[in-house]
Nanobody
Framework: QVHLVESGGGSVQAGGSLRLSCAAS????????MGWFRQSPGKEREGVAV????????YYAASVKGRFTLSQDTAKHTLYLQMNSLNAEDTAMYYC????????????????????WGQGTQVTVSS
């Protein structure tokens, strides 16, 4: 199993920025698909940004591409999500998730792919 702990959420005005962190155990030991997902009231959980920890780079949802940046620090076993130009539609509970790499799959932004989850950190963007 992998243990995931998110931090960095909070309240920010529209146009502002936040950086989320996800501390992961065994981050440098195995290859994982890891990423960020979010869920707001009345909506299904959706993928925001994911990465193959041994792959070429992250994949982003169309709604955040150009505004959010996923990065990783292997020495600190930590995944980050830099969120810029936030708007009210970004308000959600943000979750870190992981899946042991078991081959290439098509729908990496689908929450159903992942089996390890953190408890979430709330992001609230006011107008």
């Amino acid at each position: 199993q992998v243990h995931l702990v998110e931090s960095g959420g909070g309240s920010v005005q529209a146009g502002g920025s936040l950086r989320l962190s996800c501390a992961a155990s065994r981050y440098t030991v195995y290859r994982y698909y890891m990423g960020w997902f979010r869920q707001s009231p009345g909506k299904e959980r959706e993928g925001v940004a994911v990465i193959d920890t041994a792959g070429p780079g992250p994949y982003y949802a169309a709604s955040v591409k150009g505004r959010f940046t996923l990065s990783q620090d292997t020495a600190k076993h930590t995944l980050y999500l830099q969120m810029n130009s936030l708007n009210a539609e970004d308000t959600a509970m943000y979750y870190c998730a992981a899946r042991r790499w078991d081959g290439y799959i098509d729908s990496l932004l689908s929450p159903e792919v992942y089996n390890y989850w953190g408890q979430g950190t709330q992001v609230t963007v006011s107008s």
